[in-house]
């Protein structure tokens, strides 16, 4: 299994190539729609990349779970509701929910999509396999 920072340099890698971004704004903290600005187009191409840089799978919506945001359970007035919150927690435990889980808006959600979000997750694929 690689490192730690092995697994950064290749998403950064992956980051760098999907997004067209410098090496020295892909960090752990960059979100990727705030600081790298990713758009919804190039979430795929980033699971494409990052399928191929590990030789992994990832499932629709297991890494990005942009799905949760149109669930009237999960949501109302803009709002993640306990039992939204609970099924995020669920489906991405590879999250920081720290302090998105103190102001639960939808429109803080992307901010959980950082370089150190998706290290987490693919650690999590590789020491699954």
Do not use: H, W
């Not at 299994?1 to 704004?25: C, H, Q, S």
């Not at 992307?110 to 396999?129: D, G, H």
Request: charged letters at 35%; one cysteine or more.
């Amino acid at each position: 299994m690689p490192t730690k920072e092995e697994i950064f340099e290749k998403v950064r890698t992956a980051l760098e190539d999907a997004l067209g971004v410098d090496e020295e704004d892909v960090t752990p903290e960059a979100s990727l729609i705030g600081d790298l600005e990713a758009e919804s187009i190039d979430f795929l191409d980033i699971i494409f990349r990052l399928e191929k840089a590990f030789d992994i799978k990832i499932p629709r919506g297991e890494l990005f779970p942009d799905n949760l945001l149109n669930d009237p359970n999960y949501v109302v007035d803009g709002k993640f509701t306990d039992e939204g919150l609970q099924q995020v927690r669920e489906r991405m435990p590879f999250a920081d929910l720290e302090e998105f889980s103190k102001n639960p808006e939808v429109q803080n959600f992307a901010n959980l999509f950082t370089v150190q979000m998706i290290c987490r997750y693919v650690e999590s694929k590789l020491a699954a396999s």
